[in-house]
């Protein structure tokens, strides 16, 4: 039986050859039946733009089969940095086809100081700031692709707490974006929370931001209202030992008074879970806190 896995790499190579002589051959009859009926003048940039166009099409071909073939030998988070450097040197291709189409000397632009003095220049500003940022992003690997990140960045707005807070609001005014890496490009970081929406940063943001990369076991919090009239005393190993039966716990929680109010003090539970959601464990907890705590609550006489 033939070997499937070399018959498709040898129909994508040539496809991609397909692909690129009919985008040859159809740049040349435009330039030989089309172009002439335009003002000498702009006849080269419609040139240009027609290869511009058929080189990125082309890049997007090679990249979209180089990944579907090399997942197929490695996993994601090596595949995508080899995936972002083939797209940037295409992107150079592409720029370089596009000189050369406008009768620039391509040879003294890429050899000469001017045209690195202006990649380094145009690097300070936005137009090139993502991409050097995803180049170090990929290089320095402060979290690849497929981690569950928390990305804390100045850029975006935050939203304040009501005054004054509620006892079940967060105290802490945290601004972060909680999910997991699914792509890291040329100009975005995209990540897709844990609502199952897609963030995407640009790379610029994500380089200057505080990036946490959860462990494996998280501590998580929970706070519940009790009145005066339950001691304290009397619930806390109850509620100790409950959560600490809760699937995933690790060692024994920590039960606490938190604050109080005239009839009602807040109790606060601090537990250790293998989970990579902190929302279900939390909910878990308050679950187990209602049906504990609910039923010792006598009706006011």
């Known amino acids: 039986m033939v070997n499937s896995r070399p018959a498709r790499m040898a129909a ?3 496809g991609i050859l397909l692909a690129l002589g009919a ?7 435009i330039n030989t039946y089309y172009i002439h009926f335009v003002p000498a003048g702009f006849s080269k940039f419609i040139y240009a733009a027609i290869v511009a166009f058929f080189v990125y099409i082309i890049i997007k071909i090679v990249t979209r089969y180089l990944e579907k073939f090399l997942l197929r030998f490695m996993d994601i988070s090596r595949v995508h940095p080899i995936k972002f450097v083939v797209s940037i040197l295409g992107y ?6 596009v000189f050369s189409t406008l009768g620039l000397n391509v040879s003294s632009i890429v050899l000469g100081s001017t045209f690195i003095s202006l990649i380094l220049g145009l690097a300070a500003q936005s137009v090139l700031a993502n991409m050097f940022a995803g180049f170090l992003l990929i290089s320095a ?5 497929g981690d569950r990140v928390a990305v804390l960045a100045w850029q975006y707005g935050i939203a304040l707490p009501s005054y004054p807070p509620k006892f079940f609001s967060k105290d802490e005014i945290r601004p972060s974006y909680n999910g997991t890496v699914v792509t890291i490009t040329i100009n975005y970081t995209t990540i897709e929370e844990n609502s199952g929406n897609l963030v995407r940063i640009p790379n610029s943001v994500m380089l200057g931001a505080s990036i ?8 998580v919090k929970t706070r ?3 009145p005066k009239t339950i001691p304290f005393s009397s619930i806390q190993e109850g509620i100790t030992t409950g959560i600490s039966k809760i699937k995933g716990s690790v060692g ?9 109010t005239m009839t009602t003090y807040i109790i606060a539970v601090l537990g250790k879970f293998r989970t990579d959601n902190t929302d279900v464990l939390r909910g878990q907890m308050l679950e187990f806190m209602m049906n504990y705590i609910e ?6 006489k």
């Open 12 to 14: 994508m190579i040539a």
């Open 23 to 29: 985008a040859i051959i159809l740049v040349d009859m």
């Open 92 to 97: 150079f291709v592409l720029a370089l086809a």
């Open 141 to 145: 690997k402060p979290f690849k692709v």
């Open 212 to 219: 946490t990369i959860p462990g494996k076991i998280l501590w």
């Open 224 to 226: 519940y209202e009790v």
């Open 252 to 260: 024994m929680p920590s039960v606490s008074i938190d604050e109080t």
């Open 295 to 300: 039923p010792m609550k006598s009706p006011q």
